[in-house]
C-alpha cells in the first residue's frame, strides 16, 4: 500500500505532500491544476518513462517520494538489492529526474537500477487510465485480462504448454535443418570427423604444451643450470676435494655454522650459548636445500635424444593449434564441442526418422496442454462475462451483456509452418496457447454483439473497464490501484454508481481516483485537492486535505461551479449523505454476502485492517 507521496519540482506542482487513505482516497481540482502530475508522479515511481519536459520550468529537477506499506514481496525485492526498510517496516522509494533528463532511482535508501522500481510497481501498484482502455481493445491484453482472471486454473497448463512448444520447436527446427541442408551438413561431418581424427592421433594432453615449453628449456640449458646448481650446493655443503677442506674457506656454509656453534659452545657463556638453538634452525635450513640442489642435479639430464624428442612433441602439437585453438586445452575443448555437433549431423534416413516419431511425440503432448489451457480458459470466461455484467447493470447500463470469447485460431497461409492438431484441426500453436480472446459488447436488447472497438462508446468503455476490475479484485495481488479519470464521458446515474463500485472495490484494495465528478468525489475516504495559484507570475499548484466543510465547497464547485450559493452547497451535502447510506448498505451487504462470496473465490484482506 502506498502511504505518502511527495512531489517536488513536477510540472505545475512545486512541492506537495499527499497522504493517501488504506481505502479511497480521490484527486479533484480544477482543469490545468495539475492532477495528471499526481498521476505522472505514480508512474515515475512505478518505473516509468523519465521526461526532461516534466521538470518544472526553473527547477534543477523534478523529485518524486513514496512511502509503501511493504508486502512480503517487496520485501524480499528490498532484501535482494540491499534496500533497508524504515523502523516502523515501510519502504521509501525516491526517482529523480533531472533538468537535462537524467535519471535516477533509490529504494530504501540504497541507489538502483529503475527497472527495480518497476519490479516493485508490479507487486505494489496499478495504474488504470484512459491508455488502459485503449490497450482493452487490443486482442492480446484481451487473452491476458481472462489469464489474469482465471489464475492457476489458466496458469498451470499453460506453463505446461509452453515448455513442450519450446522444445517441439526446437526438435522441429532440426528436422528441417538436417532435410533442407543435407549436402551442406554432409560436408560439415566429413570435416569434423577429419579434425577429430587429426587430433586423436595427436593424443595432446591437457596441459601439455606448457609443460613441453618447461622441459625444452631445461633440456637446451642444461649445462649451465647444472653449473649453477654445483656452485650453490658447494657454497653451501663445501667443496668435493680433500685438498679444499684444509682450510675454514672449504668448509661451506654448513661448516661454518658448525664451527661457530662449536666455538659458541666451547666458550662457557650461558648469553653465547643462548644463540645456539638459532643457529641449529639456520643449519637445518640450510640442509634441506643443500639436500634439494643435490636432487636437482641428479635429475637433471643433457640428454640430447631427449630434446629431439620433446621439440618433435612440440611440433606436433603446434600443428593442432594452428588449426582449432590457441593452446592444447583450446584443442581438446574444440574436439568436445565437435563430437557434440555431430551428433546432430546425422541426416541418415534412420536419424530422420526418429526425429520426426519425437516432433509428432511432442506435437500429442502440446495439443493434450492447448486443449487443457482453452478448457480453463472458456470456464472462466463464463464467469467473467457473468460477473462483469452484473456490475454493468448497476452502472446503468442495465441491458448490456458483455461476452467474453474463446475461439481456435486456425492455422493458414504461412501460420501452417507453427501448427498443432487438436481434436483433428490445425491450430495456430502461439507462445500464449492456441486461442483468440474477444471481448463483445451487446449494449442493448436485441441488439447483436460487438468487439468493443466497435460497439462501446467512451463513456460504456470506462464502464466496462471498471466493472471488468471489480470482477478482478479478488484475483488481483496488487493492493494499490490507481484510476486515471476512467469515469471521462459519464455523468448522472452512471456516474453514482461508479463512485459506488470504486468504493466496494476500495473494500479489497487501496484506490487512487483522478475524477473532475463529483459522483465520485462524494465517496472518498479521504479527498484531496489540486489548487493552483499566481505568485509573482509563475503558476504553482499545491495539494492539500479537505475537511468536512471544505469538501462541500468542494463538491459544490464539482456541481457546475456552484460553492457560493446555498443551493450548492445543499445539493453537495445530499450528495455526500447519499454517498455515505450507500456505503453502509454496501458494508451490510457484504456482511451477509461473505459466504457466499467466499465460496465462489477467496477474498483478499481489507486494506483498512
Known sequence: MLAEMRIQGLGVIDDATLELDPGLTVLTGETGAGKTMVVTGLSLL????????????????????????????ALVLAEEVGAEPDDDGTLIAVRTVSADGRSRAHLGGRSVPVGVLGRLSEASLAVHGQNDQLRLLRPADQR???DRYAGDAVGKPLAAYREVRAEWQRVSAELVERRDGARRLAQEADMLRHGLTEIEAVDPQPGEDRELV??????????????????????????DDAASMTDAGGLGALGLIGEARHRLAAAGDPELAALDPRLGEALAVLDDVAGELSGYLDRLDADPERLAVVLSRQAELKALTRKYAADTDGVLAWAEQARERLEHLDTSD????ALAARRNELAGELAGHAAAVTAARAEAATRLAAETTAELSGLAMRDATLQVGVSPRAATGPDAADAVLVDGVALVAGADGVDEVELRLVPHAGSSPQPLHKGASGGELSRVMLALEVALAGADPVPTMVFDEVDAGVGGRAAVEIGRRLARLAARHQVIVVTH???????????????KAGEGGVTRSRVRTLAESDR???????LAGLDDTDTGRAHAE???????????ADRAGAGTGAAATSRRRPRKASAKA
Request: no cysteine; hydrophobic share 50%; aromatic share 2%.
Open 46 to 73: 512505478g518505473g516509468g518513462r523519465a521526461e526532461a519536459s516534466r521538470v518544472a520550468e526553473g527547477a534543477r529537477r523534478a523529485v518524486v517520494e513514496g512511502r509503501f506499506t511493504a508486502g512480503e514481496q
Open 144 to 146: 491476458a485480462l481472462l
Open 214 to 239: 618447461e622441459q625444452a628449456r631445461r633440456l637446451a640449458a642444461a649445462d649451465d643450470l647444472r653449473e649453477a646448481a654445483s656452485a650453490a650446493r658447494a657454497a653451501l655443503a663445501g667443496a
Open 350 to 353: 534412420e536419424a530422420l526418422a
Open 517 to 531: 465528478l463529483p459522483q465520485v468525489a462524494a465517496y472518498a475516504d479521504r479527498h484531496l485537492v489540486v489548487h
Open 552 to 558: 462541500i465547497v468542494e463538491l459544490a464547485r464539482m
Open 574 to 584: 445530499e450528495l455526500l449523505a447519499s454517498a455515505r447510506a450507500h456505503r453502509e
